[in-house]
């Protein structure tokens, strides 16, 4: 024994290097692995342990060449020998060694705490400042030379940071194999216990051996005891320890590339998945595709037909001729239709009627039956608001789908069929579009009834805006008419007016004259005479005087501009009712208040034409004006229990008729303030002017 331990003491410079190599190697094989990708939790924790390797492999090199002396380490600087600098690498080894072990124990027991890297920094933290403080206790108590302090603070690094940082490695390792035995890797688990179990020996035993010094155990249990008891130094069973350790954790390292290999095969697992998806993928799209072009084509042949009806019906505003010119586009432009027929209704109180038709030159038999079958299928689709279709003699409703590239047939009975689709509604257009469909077709298509429900809706809006078109001329004529009507009135009231001042008040003001000369001449020669002249002349310019005042009184009241509506409508009630002879009553509903003048001005002149019409027209007994007031709106109305007549006829014969010009004025005066003017009337039961304007109070 002695013999060997002599041999060992002369190659323990061999035996530190050995040493620290199986360390440094550790650590960079460590150190390369831990820059990959993966997913064991002992990846995350590699970097320490590579930092413990190589820090601890060069502090076994500082010993070798502090033990070669200053012949070996001539290139080598001298602070790198130092003691102090040895001692710092065993330190932060060490203080690596913890920060791993506790990582990952971390990462082991699954802790997703975000301060599981901070926790173990601490943890070696706290180690190495309870080191620290042994070390100052130490020197404060013992006092120990230079020598003596190195060595005892060796011996404190490896009691205080060695062991611990070996146990809690040790340990963390244990639990970290049984992850890769459950992902079926049992020769990762069984290298990484037994590089655990060495990794324990390490720390425990090999560590338990320190230099020899002065502190308790040291002085005792020391690297001189190990070579006695055992016959070799204590570095050769730390290279030992360190040389298995390094074996075990590099073939425990295997396991990433087992890894690797299992991620490129599912990678590739799922490149191939990929590509027969793509594939998949692909083919379906290229059936879409094909499906998409069909339907494309449809879609353009169908937006080129709507597109052209369009342009048909945008080229006239005339209704009828529009309506003949749509019929024929339909029959020309859609082959599987046959005939179509416009059936209208001209309000909702009337009948319908067929408007005009196109296709039926060819099918004569059908041409006496067919408008009456349309106008029950069409009443049934603006009962429904859906299309309809014609069938055993009674309507029948279709069922639209919203989606319109859908693939169902609606199919239709044999035979020749109808279709119809409504025009609008009780508010706007009000009739229907009625569809022969050839004999050969047998069901339609859902993208076929929509085209067909565009088309009816491009019709309803044609014939609204044809209709509407119409109703403005024809107000524009009117307009026209009630102008000329207008100025006719006003020529007719200068008229009246030069008549009433040349007949009435001319007169009167030439007898006067007259008068007032004869008197002047009789002054001198017959007083008595002259005096009963001007008497009978005082009298005459008193009845000129009034009849002036009631001539303008006719043109504008003064008591609608000095008092207001409403004392200005009492005026005109009871003039009325002296002139007339008619019973008159005046009504006042809510509490009076002035408006604009503007719609004084005009209620005035209404109440006035209609009280004209009542004494004209009407052969009543008894009027009555009711005016009535709210916050927002102003009613007025003129009722009388006259004759009456029947409006509709009225308004509707344009032979000039003074009575309809009036109304027709009234209405037209109504809506230039935003109001409107309604007239009631039936024969013998009187006749009510209702005006209602939105007012504000001034």
């Not at 601890?56 to 070798?64: D, S, V």
């Not at 997703?112 to 403080?133: D, K, N, P, T, V």
């Not at 050839?438 to 339609?444: E, I, S, V, Y």
């Not at 109504?670 to 409107?676: F, H, I, K, P």
């Amino acid at each position: 024994m002695q013999t060997w331990a002599s041999f060992f003491e002369q190659n323990l410079t061999l035996i530190y290097f050995l040493y620290g190599l199986a360390f440094f190697c550790l650590g960079l094989l460590v150190w390369i692995e831990s820059g990959r990708a993966s997913q064991f939790r002992l990846a995350q924790a590699m970097g320490p342990l590579a930092g413990f390797g190589l820090v601890h492999g060069l502090h076994e090199w500082f010993e070798m060449f502090q033990g070669m002396g200053a012949s070996g380490a001539a290139n080598i600087p001298a602070w790198l020998l130092l003691e102090e600098v040895r001692l710092a690498h065993l330190v932060i080894s060490f203080a690596l060694l913890v920060v791993f072990g506790i990582r990952l124990i971390y990462l082991s027991r699954r802790d997703e705490s975000r301060y599981e890297q901070l926790s173990a920094y601490l943890a070696a933290s706290g180690l190495l400042g309870i080191w620290g403080l042994s070390l100052l206790l130490t020197n404060w108590i013992y006092q120990p030379a230079p020598d003596e302090f190195i060595a005892a603070a060796d011996a404190l690094s490896r009691y205080i940071l060695g062991m611990p940082g070996a146990i809690l490695a040790a340990w963390a390792i244990v639990l970290e194999q049984r992850t890769f035995r459950r992902l079926e890797m049992p020769d990762t688990g069984r290298d990484l216990l037994r590089a655990a179990l060495a990794l324990f020996i390490y720390g425990v035993f090999g560590q338990a051996f320190p230099k020899a010094s002065f502190l308790f155990p040291a002085n005792v249990v020391n690297a001189t005891l190990f070579a006695q008891l055992f016959g070799i130094p204590i570095q050769l069973f730390r290279l030992a320890m360190a040389a298995l350790i390094a074996i075990f954790i590099v073939r425990a390292l295997r396991a990433f590339e087992i890894e690797r290999k299992r991620n490129l095969a599912q990678a590739n697992e799922a490149r191939l998945a990929a590509q027969e998806e793509a594939l998949a993928i692909q083919a379906h799209s290229r059936r879409e595709t094909e499906k998409l072009n069909a339907a494309l084509q449809t879609a353009v042949h169908d937006l080129t037909l709507l597109f052209d009806l369009s342009r048909t019906l945008a080229a006239t505003l005339n209704r009828e001729v529009l309506l003949n010119e749509a019929v024929k586009k339909i029959c020309e432009s859609l082959p599987y239709i046959q005939t179509s027929l416009i059936i209208l209704r001209d309000g909702p109180d009337q009948p319908l009627r067929c408007q005009t038709q196109a296709g039926y030159n060819d099918l004569p038999q059908r041409g006496t039956s067919n408008c009456h079958e349309g106008q029950i299928l069409v009443a049934h689709t603006l009962h429904t608001g859906q299309p309809a279709i014609f069938v055993d003699g009674q309507p029948q409703s279709l069922q639209v789908e919203a989606n319109e590239l859908t693939d169902d047939d609606t199919l239709l009975p044999s035979g020749n069929c109808l279709l119809g689709f409504p025009l609008g509604d009780v508010n706007a257009v009000c009739g229907g579009l009625v569809l022969g469909l050839a004999p050969k077709m047998t069901h339609l298509r859902q993208r076929d009834l929509h085209l067909l429900e565009a088309v009816a809706s491009q019709l309803t809006i044609a014939i609204e805006n044809a209709t509407r078109y119409g109703e403005s001329q024809a107000r524009e004529t009117l307009r026209g008419e009630l102008l000329h009507q207008v100025v006719s009135a006003q020529e007719r009231e200068r008229q009246r007016i030069a008549r009433e001042l040349h007949d009435g008040t001319g007169q009167a003001l030439t007898a006067l004259g007259l008068g007032f000369a004869a008197a002047s001449e009789n002054v001198q020669h017959n007083p008595q005479l002259a005096a009963t002249q001007l008497t009978e002349l005082k009298t005459m310019s008193t009845q000129a005087l009034q009849e002036l005042r009631d001539l303008i009184q006719d043109l504008r009241p003064s008591l609608l501009d000095d008092l207001g509506l409403v004392p200005a409508l009492k005026s005109q009630v009871q003039l009325f009712a002296e002139r007339s002879g008619v019973q008159a009553e005046f009504v006042l509903n809510g509490r009076r208040q002035r408006v604009q003048p503007e719609i004084e001005t005009i209620l005035f002149r209404i109440a006035q034409e209609a009280l004209n019409n009542v004494a004209k027209h009407a052969d009543a007994q008894q009027v009555t004006v009711t005016i009535g007031f709210t916050d927002t709106m102003l009613n007025l109305e003129v009722h009388d229990d006259g004759c009456g007549f029947e409006p509709k006829p009225i308004f509707e014969a344009s032979d000039g008729n003074r009575q309809v010009w009036g109304l027709l004025g009234m209405q037209e005066r109504v809506a230039l303030v935003g109001g409107s003017c309604v007239v009631h009337s039936q024969p013998g039961q009187g006749t009510a002017v209702q005006v209602t304007i939105p007012i504000t109070a001034v």
